[in-house]
Each structure stands twice: as C-alpha cells, then as structure tokens.
C-alpha cells in the first residue's frame, strides 16, 4: 500500500511530530470526507511500500526520517513552489528556501526523489500569462538539475476556492478568471518548452480537454506514482492505477490527511474553507491524537 501524506494537508510543514508518532504507533486514521466514517490505515513496516509527501515546507521533516528509513520505504515529495504574490499566498516559505530544500533532498536521494508543482496556474489581474511565463523560468532556473518532472494544473472552480478568491475580489484584492482551453494550451506549450530547456518534463495534472490538445508536448501525470517509488527504492513497486477523478492516473494509495487543517492560507485552495478557523483548529491540535483534525 502507498500511503498519501497529504494532499489533504501540508503534514511535513504543520504535522510532522504527529505523522513520527503515527509511524511509532504503526497507524493513523481519517475521517473519510465522503461521510463513510474513520478509516483505519495501518503504518506497520510490513504494509507500507512507499509515501508520497505533498508540502510546501520539508524543512520540519527533512532531517527526522529516521523512523521511514528504517522501515525500509521509499519516498517522492511533491513539492509545491509557484511564487505567487503574498496576497495569494501570505504565509509559504521562500521560493529560494523551497528550492534549497529541494536540492537537499536531491542530494540525500537522487533526482527521482522529488518533483516541483508548479499549480494550480491562477490567472488574475495580477498574475497573467506573461507574469506565469517568466515566473516558471525563473524557479526552472533555480531547480535545474534538482528536479526531472514539473507538474501544472489550473485553477478549478471547486467550492471553496471559488468562495475564497470571489471572496479576495470583492475586496479589491485582485479580479480572477478561468481562461479558455485555447488559451491554457498556448501557456503549457510556452511553459513545456521552459522546462525542457531546464531539463524536466512538463505533466498535467488531471486536465484530460488540456491534455489531448497538448499531447505532444505535455504527458498526464501521475502524482502518485509506483514507477517512481520503485525507482527511488531499487525495487518494483505494485500498485494498480486507480484515479481520483476522471483522467488521473495515479495508483492506488490511503491518504492520511484531513481536509480544514493546513494553516497556509493560499486563496485558491480547494482543501480550506475558511483560513481563521484552520488556523485555529491548527493550534488546538493534539499531536497525540490517531488522526489530524481532532483536538
């Protein structure tokens, strides 16, 4: 079994104390968001192939994976770094300190090891086409030879994203907007090229009207990815393909995560309904606890 950490929540950056002591005590459990009740999903050596980590911040993480090592699994760690204006963003790390973190874990584990999330692409007033054009270049520039794949996606107009950047927007914050399929495929063919340059292969994350028009230049990817963990681990890793949604092609994992429980604060989270009472739930969290978002 691969287990998810989390796409959820940003675990390495906010829970790592409590994902150590779930990997001590050999489970964790999640409210399934659907209404099916808490779900028990078992930690021990024996269960786990591999973990794919999503964060923003490894750095709580990085130097306390003692405890995964010596069980023997394989990680990746999707790592998100967009740049993005701090009206958009208030409260990530660095671009510069994201990519020295993921030269590190290159270093420690090999390239495979880490991929860089260039997403959700946000068109907006203040971040338009142009502006995505010569940020990707600048963090390809950065992360050149560190990474092999960048992942991009645009922003979907999932509830609670939409709430909280109309939300920005009647504030004069900035106007947003969903571009049309035309123009997303001019913009993934200027970025592909970028990352080729840079040595990385472009995907797209779950956009299947995208990606037929792009197919030649820009692959679905596969966020959660046996192939991968296989290769970081010098092992085949079995997983079956089974997505998300329609057009993700990820394999089979658990994801222990739970949704309204990462404090970052970026406006187009689709995981977060209202940052105050995360923020809160945050601080009141008891890292003893077999699941996240209990306090």
Same mark, same amino acid.
């Given at each position: 079994m691969i287990v998810s950490a989390s796409y959820r929540t940003d675990i390495p950056?906010?829970?790592?104390? =409590?994902?150590?002591?779930?990997?001590?005590?050999?489970?964790?459990?999640?409210? +399934? %968001?659907?209404?099916?009740?808490?779900?028990?999903?078992?930690?021990? &050596?024996?269960?786990?192939?591999?973990?794919?980590?999503? *964060?923003? +911040?490894?750095? %709580?993480?990085?130097?306390?994976?003692? %405890?995964?090592?010596? /069980?023997? =699994? %394989?990680?990746?760690? /999707?790592? *998100?770094? *967009? @740049?993005?204006?701090?009206?958009?963003? &208030?409260?990530?790390?660095?671009?510069?300190?994201?990519? *020295?973190?993921?030269?590190?874990?290159?270093?420690?584990?090999?390239?495979? !090891?880490?991929?860089?999330?260039?997403?959700?692409?946000?068109?907006?007033? !203040?971040? @338009?086409?142009? =502006? /995505?054009?010569?940020?990707?270049?600048r963090l390809a520039g950065m992360l050149r030879g560190q990474v092999d794949e960048a992942v991009v996606s645009f922003v979907e107009p999932y509830r609670k994203t939409r709430r909280s950047l109309d939300r920005l927007a009647a504030a004069g914050g900035l106007e947003w907007r969903l571009p049309d399929v035309d123009e997303k495929a001019a913009l993934v063919r200027d970025l592909a090229a970028v990352a080729s340059d840079a040595g990385m292969a472009l995907t797209l994350c779950t956009q299947p009207a995208l990606a037929e028009r792009v197919a030649d230049i820009a692959a679905p990817a596969r966020c959660i990815d046996a192939g991968r963990l296989g290769e970081v681990a010098g092992r085949p890793i079995a997983a079956p393909v089974k997505g998300n949604r329609p057009g993700c092609l990820c394999a089979a994992s658990r994801d222990i995560g739970a949704y309204d429980t990462c404090p970052h604060g970026c406006a187009y989270c689709y995981a977060v309904a209202d940052r105050n009472r995360t923020k809160a739930a945050h601080a009141a969290h008891d890292d003893r606890a077999e699941m996240l978002g209990v306090r």
């Open positions: 950056a906010f829970y790592a104390d =409590w994902f150590l002591g779930r990997v001590a005590a050999g489970e964790a459990r999640f409210r +399934n %968001p659907f209404g099916g009740g808490v779900v028990r999903v078992s930690l021990r &050596p024996e269960d786990v192939s591999g973990i794919v980590f999503w *964060t923003r +911040n490894f750095a %709580p993480l990085i130097d306390r994976l003692g %405890p995964v090592e010596a /069980h023997g =699994w %394989p990680f990746v760690v /999707h790592y *998100t770094v *967009t @740049g993005y204006p701090r009206l958009l963003e &208030p409260s990530t790390i660095r671009a510069e300190d994201a990519a *020295t973190q993921i030269g590190e874990i290159a270093r420690r584990c090999g390239p495979r !090891a880490a991929v860089w999330r260039y997403d959700p692409i946000l068109l907006s007033s !203040a971040t @338009g086409p142009d =502006w /995505h054009r010569a940020t990707f270049a």
